[in-house]
């Protein structure tokens, strides 16, 4: 299976101000998922990053609040623009490989 | 709208016993179905898989059951070990094509499995 590293793990952030979390991958992978999670709450999908074309939103999530990048097919960002404290959440990305998906360790934001 | 519901908040168990954890989805597309396992400050690990052709698969102490028809699946844990205590979220997929194309996964609320020594 792919092994993710993510960064960073976790940040205190000034509302009104952007937040970049990095995702490397070990692999190759044509697809990258970001996902959160509000605290209590489950999973829920953001967008899907394929390598070379505009990133896939979810329902309730836009482009200009969360852009991604994906320059390459092991490595993607994504920005959490203009946090409010809603914001703070962990936020995860995660590939498919070897038959599952494999998640990054998180990013614990939190917004103050 | 709740594509995969866990309805179970929290399950406690005896260490040594079955842990049993249930989920229900409510999409007909869905044909792969991941349970994961995660602990505070981590991201989730996977357990253990099921494609919708199969109605059973089991790795060790970890067995998932699938009923197609009631769309319900659930994780069995025999024995219990107290390092097992976490929150457990069932998820589903739905295209996987036999494993070659990876779909974006709709996940539970998750349950909070406790074993006590």
């Known amino acids: 299976s792919a092994v993710i590293s993510q960064k960073p793990s976790r940040d205190i952030c000034q509302r009104g101000t952007s937040l970049t979390i990095q995702c490397q991958v070990d692999?190759?992978?044509?697809?990258m998922f970001w996902y959160r999670q509000q605290p209590g709450q489950s999973l829920t999908l953001i967008a899907t990053?394929?390598?070379?074309?505009?990133?896939?939103?979810e329902s309730g999530f836009v482009i200009d609040k969360f852009p991604i990048s994906r320059p390459n097919l092991t490595f993607s960002t994504l920005t959490v623009s203009n946090m409010s404290p809603e914001d703070s959440s962990i936020y995860l990305c995660?590939?498919?490989?070897?038959?599952?998906?494999?998640f990054g360790s998180g990013t614990r934001l939190t917004v103050v | 709208d709740q594509q995969v519901k866990q309805n179970s908040p929290s399950l406690s168990v005896q260490e040594g016993r079955i842990s049993i954890l249930n989920c229900d989805y409510t999409?007909?597309?869905?044909?792969?179905f991941l349970w994961y396992k995660k602990y505070p400050a981590e991201g989730p690990t996977f357990l253990i898989s099921?494609?919708?052709?199969?109605d059973k698969n089991e790795d060790g102490r970890f067995t998932v059951f699938l009923n197609k028809s009631a769309k319900h699946l659930s994780l069995h844990i025999v024995p219990s070990q107290p390092g097992d205590s976490a929150v457990y979220f069932c998820?589903?997929?739905?295209?996987?094509?036999?494993?070659?194309?990876?779909?974006?996964?709709?996940f539970g609320q998750g349950t909070i499995l406790t074993v006590h020594p």
């Open positions: 995660s590939v498919g490989s070897g038959g599952g998906y494999t």
């Open positions: 692999s190759q992978v044509t697809m």
């Open positions: 990053a394929n390598q070379g074309s505009e990133a896939t939103y």
């Open positions: 999409n007909s597309m869905f044909d792969y």
């Open positions: 099921i494609s919708s052709i199969k």
């Open positions: 998820a589903a997929s739905a295209g996987y094509a036999g494993g070659t194309s990876y779909g974006k996964l709709t």
